[in-house]
């Protein structure tokens, strides 16, 4: 299918796809998978750092700039700005994988730094997938979620080979290219029109987007524990293959969103279903904590559901800015903000 066309109903731009899979791939493989250089090799607990300090920066930055939403849209989402911002994240992220060559406090800062930088390229996708209509962004989330689950498993591929090397400099090119992409985007759409004003009343969180951002704040939270903790209670070749499981349990669940957004009639209420979504990974949280199965089976399913519920959140926060006519910037970076500093 070429995704340069209509998705029934709305076009949903190929390059910003391919740039949000790019932003994916990037997540998934500097905070999922033990890479880095050096003899010393990765360690868990680095990994774990890094996605600590990254996350918390990338919420705090996203909280900050939702308050000055036409002013982030002039100053940091255009072509130059981001550019610059994807060149010293590719930086950030060296000096990461480098974590056992360098102090402790440099590793820290140049985490966060790689939250801060690629908050920019979040805002510039929200801004992307915010001016369609649900259906079509669904199908767009889902194509890029796919996309980038196959680029983290390349990458695993080359871990697992120990070509550590060709792993890491495609990681450190992730980010510049998906900001390339996004520029060339900007070009085709003019993205970066300045949205309109609105209403006072509408510039003040509302009280729906306040119950969804702490409800998923809370709902990742609890999922980061068990994502954090279960690795330590299994073996490293065990971890590799949970590792499998879960890029695998999200591409199955994606398609399956994908098949219900194509099938489904364009006035649809794709909210009511990312909202029963989110309810429904709570659900089986509870159930797999209280039928107290083993911690391999508990963290690949708590990962999914971390998975999902993202997904979830982004789609409920884009779908609020496309119907109430709010500044992406304002919703997706005030909501996924507040969720990214739970996690």
């Not at 390229?121 to 801004?127: D, E, P, T």
């Not at 591409?251 to 399956?256: E, G, I, K, S, W």
């Not at 971390?306 to 800015?321: K, Y």
Request: with cysteine; aromatic share 8%.
């Amino acid at each position: 299918m070429d995704l340069s066309t209509s998705f029934r109903g709305g076009r949903v731009p190929s390059l910003g796809i391919v740039g949000a899979a790019l932003w994916i791939a990037w997540i998934t493989i500097i905070y999922s998978t033990d890479l880095a250089l050096g003899e010393s090799g990765a360690s868990q607990q680095s990994t774990s750092s890094a996605f600590v300090f990254s996350t918390c920066a990338l919420g705090i930055t996203l909280i900050v700039l939702s308050f000055v939403p036409t002013w982030t849209r002039r100053h940091l989402l255009g072509s130059t700005p981001l550019a610059i911002s994807s060149c010293v994240t590719a930086a950030a992220t060296l000096v990461v994988l480098n974590g056992a060559s360098v102090s402790f406090g440099v590793f820290a800062v140049c985490s966060a730094i790689t939250g801060c930088t690629t908050a920019l390229v979040a805002l510039r996708l929200a801004m992307v997938f915010s001016e369609v209509e649900s259906r079509s962004m669904l199908m767009g989330m889902g194509s890029a979620l796919l996309l980038g689950v196959l680029i983290y498993a390349f990458a695993m591929m080359l871990v697992l080979c120990d070509l550590m090397i060709p792993a890491a400099i495609m990681l450190i090119l992730l980010i510049p290219l998906s900001v390339f992409c996004l520029n060339l985007e900007e070009a085709e759409y003019n993205i970066l029109e300045v949205a309109p004003p609105v209403e006072e009343n509408k510039m003040r969180p509302s009280a729906m987007l306040i119950r969804l951002a702490v409800f998923a704040a809370m709902s990742l939270f609890l999922l980061s524990l068990t994502r954090g903790y279960y690795p330590l209670l299994i073996e490293s070749s065990a971890f590799t293959v949970s590792r499998c499981v879960v890029a695998i349990g999200l591409v199955l669940v994606t398609l399956m969103i994908m098949i219900a957004a194509w099938v489904s009639s364009r006035d649809a209420a794709f909210g009511t279903l990312c909202y029963t979504l989110l309810v429904a990974c709570v659900l089986v949280v509870l159930v797999l904590a209280l039928l107290k199965i083993n911690a391999t089976v508990l963290g690949d399913g708590s990962s999914i559901l971390f998975g999902v519920t993202c997904i979830c959140l982004w789609a409920l926060l884009c779908r609020m800015s496309f119907r109430s006519g709010v500044d992406a910037v304002r919703i997706v970076g005030l909501g996924f903000g507040a969720a990214s500093c739970s996690r």
